[in-house]
C-alpha cells in the first residue's frame, strides 16, 4: 500500500519541484498571475464563512493560499510566455497572507473599538421591547443589555418620575446607548429624558434601527411611512443608476463569454437528461411593475406546473431534474439571466423577481411590498446571499425585510460585497432547491 501511493504521489511532488525552479522573466507578469488570483480566492473564502474567530481566519488563508497554489501548478502545464519563479510564488502567497490577516485584525480592532464596547439600556415594555431585549441578549460578545426601565407603566400612562428614572439609570449603568421600544409615541414619548442622554453623549435609537444595525435587514412591522420618508438611506441617485447600468453591461457581458463554451455543455446535459427544451421563460415583475420574461436553463420537468399551477418551489420537490438539483443548487441554471441584464430588465444586484401571481397576494398580505419594485430586480441580492431559499408567505415576509435594507443602503460597495457572497454561494451550493 506504502508502495502504491508513493508511486501515486511521485509525479505530482516532481511538477512540484520543477514548478519551483522555473526562471520568470517577466516581474510584471507576477502581479498578474500570483497575486489577482490569491487576492480573489482570499476575498471569496472570506465572505464564504459563515463564523468568525481565530481559528475560521487561520483556516479561510490556508485555504486561500492552497487554492491559489493550486493555480501556480495549473499554470505550469499552460504554454504561457513567462513562467513563476519560487521567490515570486513566495512574495504571492506573503502578500495575501498579510492583506488577509490585516483584514481580519482591522475587522477584530473595529469591532472591539465600537461595537464590542456597547452598554445597552432599554426603554419599553410589551412585546416590541421583549423581541429588542431577545435580540441583544443573541449578540453575546458585541453588545451587552445593561437594564431595562418599564416605559410607560403597567397601567400604559407615562409618568414624569418614570421618565426622570430614563436618564439617571442609564448614568448609573454607565450605558451609551439607550434603545427606545415603544409601540405607541403618542403623548407618552420622554423627550425632555431623550434630549438629556443625547447631549451628555449617550446615543438614542429606537428599535428599527438597533434592529437593523444587528441583523442586516428592516423592522417592518414597526416602522411607519414617516420613517421612510425621514430616515436616512432609500437614495437611488440618477448617477447610481448609470454606474449600475455601466457596471452591469460590463459584467453581464464579461460573464456570457467566459461561460459560453461551459453553457454548450450545460445545454447538451439539459437534453441528454429530460425532454424539453434547453432554456425555461417564466413573466416575473420588474421595475415600476412592469412584466418581462425571464430566461434561466430549465431545471424542472416540462410540465411541472401543468396541474398544480404557479407554485413555489418545495424542499426535495419532485417536480426537479435530476440534473436540475445541481443546477440550482450552484445557481447555475441563473447565469442565462445575464441575458435580461443586457436587456434592461434586470440588473446584477437587486430584489430577485418575483412572478404576478404571487405578488398580487404579498401585495395584500405584507406591508411595503411594492416598494421593492422601486428599483431594478437582481440577478442575486442581499436576501439571496443572507436567506435561505424562500417557499412562504412567512419567508416572503423575511426576505422583504432583507430586500428593503438593501434598497435603504443601496451603493456600489454594497453590490460588490453581495457579488463577491453570491460566488461563495455558488461554489459552496448553499440555499437553491
Not at 472570506?46 to 501556480?72: D, E, N, P, Q
Not at 412591522?221 to 421612510?228: A, G, K, L, R, V
Not at 434547453?278 to 406546473?305: N, T, Y
Amino acid at each position: 500500500m506504502a508502495l502504491q501511493i508513493t508511486l501515486l504521489l511521485s509525479p505530482m511532488m516532481a511538477k512540484v519541484h520543477n514548478f519551483f525552479l522555473l526562471p520568470a522573466d517577466d516581474t510584471l507578469h507576477f502581479i498578474v498571475i500570483a497575486a489577482f488570483p490569491s487576492i480573489i480566492l482570499g476575498i471569496i473564502i472570506a465572505y464564504a464563512a459563515r463564523k468568525k474567530g481565530l481559528a475560521i481566519h487561520l483556516v479561510k488563508t490556508m485555504l486561500s493560499v492552497l487554492a491559489s497554489f493550486i493555480i501556480f501548478l495549473a499554470l505550469e502545464e499552460v504554454n504561457i510566455p513567462h513562467r513563476l519563479s519560487s521567490v515570486e510564488i513566495t512574495l504571492g502567497v506573503a502578500l495575501f497572507a498579510t492583506l488577509s490577516l490585516g483584514r481580519e485584525l482591522f475587522c477584530a480592532l473595529r469591532s472591539w473599538a465600537s461595537d464590542g464596547t456597547c452598554r445597552v439600556l432599554l426603554v419599553g415594555n410589551g412585546q416590541l421591547a421583549f423581541q429588542i431585549e431577545e435580540l441583544i441578549r443573541s449578540m453575546s460578545g458585541k453588545f451587552q443589555l445593561v437594564g431595562k426601565v418599564h416605559y410607560p407603566g403597567p397601567d400604559n400612562a407615562a409618568k414624569a418620575e418614570d421618565a426622570q428614572d430614563i436618564f439617571e439609570t442609564a448614568k448609573r449603568l454607565d450605558a451609551n446607548k439607550v434603545v427606545i421600544s415603544l409601540t405607541e409615541r403618542r403623548g407618552v414619548f420622554p423627550l425632555q429624558e431623550m434630549l438629556n442622554c443625547k447631549l451628555s453623549g449617550i446615543e438614542v435609537l429606537d428599535s428599527p434601527s438597533l434592529y437593523e444595525r444587528l441583523t442586516g435587514k428592516l423592522l417592518i412591522e414597526n416602522i411607519t411611512p414617516s420613517w421612510f420618508i425621514f430616515c436616512h438611506g432609500f437614495r437611488v441617485t440618477p448617477g447610481l443608476r448609470l454606474v449600475k447600468r455601466a457596471i452591469d453591461i460590463a459584467l453581464s457581458s464579461l460573464g456570457l463569454l467566459c461561460f459560453a463554451p461551459f453553457g454548450l455543455l450545460v445545454a447538451l446535459a439539459i437534453r441528454l437528461d429530460s425532454p424539453g427544451p434547453v432554456f425555461f421563460r417564466q413573466v416575473r415583475v420588474g421595475e415600476g411593475d412592469q412584466l418581462f420574461s425571464l430566461i434561466k436553463f430549465r431545471s424542472m420537468r416540462q410540465d411541472a406546473e401543468k396541474l398544480s399551477g404557479a407554485v413555489w418551489a418545495q424542499k426535495n420537490d419532485n417536480r426537479v431534474t435530476r440534473l436540475g438539483k445541481f443546477l440550482r443548487k450552484s445557481r447555475i441554471d441563473e447565469i442565462p439571466q445575464l441575458i435580461n441584464v443586457l436587456r434592461g430588465e434586470m440588473s446584477l444586484v437587486g430584489p430577485r423577481p418575483e412572478r404576478p401571481e404571487f405578488v398580487r397576494t404579498l401585495k395584500e398580505r405584507i406591508p411595503y411590498y411594492s416598494e421593492r419594485h422601486f428599483v431594478k430586480p437582481g440577478v442575486s441580492g442581499w436576501a439571496q446571499v443572507r436567506y435561505p431559499y424562500g417557499a412562504s408567505v412567512e419567508d416572503a415576509v423575511e426576505k422583504l425585510r432583507y430586500d428593503l435594507y438593501y434598497i435603504k443602503n443601496i451603493s456600489i460597495l454594497l453590490d460588490f460585497k453581495i457579488i463577491l457572497k453570491t460566488v461563495a454561494v455558488m461554489l459552496f451550493c448553499r440555499g437553491g432547491r
